[in-house]
């Protein structure tokens, strides 16, 4: 069974952290990389488990790739599948949004019925308020290439290690 990968190639950060995330896993579980930008709901509902990315853009909002795709999310049943979420955010410039990308896109995912795994601990970073949090935890995986660059491969590799128990 391989797990999407799905990011927009053209989104910079987050393209360049996919990568990172695709060469943490390595062997270990079996990954195909797709473009958010062509993505087709037939290729969505194609794999059982997914990784997104989702960097957060507009204040608080999702990036026009994944905006425009929200429709089509809505109409789907994704029972029985299993979503991580990353995301790139800048706890500087933008604490009142911080990596708010997550939070929609992780409740729509959960909304429509999947399951998401892959939650991370919030205590390392300094912001206001997150719509990625809930119960004390990020939904997903969050990282600041803005403020807390060096903190990222660290951050990858403790999160695909949790990836590991999770995908096959
Ligand atoms: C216009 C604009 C709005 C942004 N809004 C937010 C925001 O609301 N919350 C946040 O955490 N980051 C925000 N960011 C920061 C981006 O998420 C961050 O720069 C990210 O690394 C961009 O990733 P990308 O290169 O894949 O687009 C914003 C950046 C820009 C340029």
Known sequence: MSTAIIYSFTSNKTAKAGEKIVAAIGKSFETTTVDADQLTEE????????????PTWFDGELPHYWDEFVPAIEEMDLK?????IYGLAD???YPENFADGIG???????ER?????GETAIESY?????????NDKFMGLVLDQENQAR?????????VED????FK
């Open 43 to 54: 290729e969505f509902l194609a794999y059982n488990q997914l990784i997104l990315g989702v």
């Open 80 to 84: 029985g599948k299993k979503v991580a």
């Open 91 to 93: 706890q500087v410039g």
């Open 104 to 110: 929609i896109l992780g409740r729509l995912m959960r």
């Open 113 to 117: 019925g999947a399951e998401l795994v």
């Open 126 to 134: 300094k912001f206001e308020s997150s719509h990625a949090i809930e």
């Open 151 to 159: 903190l990222s491969k660290k951050r990858i590799e403790n999160w």
């Open 163 to 166: 990836l590991k128990n999770i």
